[in-house]
């Protein structure tokens, strides 16, 4: 069973960057795709960005042009790259297979985005 674990949320003001990693337990280049969900406080939980093994990426509209999903097989790690943060950014942050493994969900990662 997969075990994915989160990183590198944190406090920003409004247009900064993040850079989130998501480390897998084991090898990642058998996943066809995985992607980056968030869930803001009174919102449903979305996806935002996912990735195929093969390096195809898809972007929620609120998203598109701000957001880079990547992947490096070899280190067992997706990343997500937040440029021009805003804040209706701001949520917990997770990574998961898509479409979504229930007992893969972990902690996730705190992005709040404020001044």
């Known amino acids: 069973q997969v075990q994915l674990v989160e990183s590198g949320g944190g406090l920003v003001q409004p247009g900064g960057s993040l850079r989130l990693s998501c480390a897998a337990s084991?090898?990642?280049?058998?996943?066809?795709?995985m992607g980056w969900y968030r869930q803001a406080p009174g919102k449903q939980r979305e996806l935002v960005a996912d990735i195929t093994s093969g390096g195809s990426t898809t972007y929620a509209d609120s998203v598109k042009g701000r957001f880079t999903i990547s992947r490096d097989n070899a280190k067992n790690t997706m990343y997500l790259q937040m440029n021009n943060l805003k804040p209706e950014d701001t949520a917990v942050y997770y990574c998961?297979?898509?479409?979504?493994?229930?007992?893969?969900w972990g902690q996730g990662t705190q992005v709040t985005v404020s001044s």
């Open positions: 084991g090898s990642i280049f058998k996943i066809v795709k």
């Open positions: 998961n297979l898509v479409p979504a493994r229930i007992g893969a």
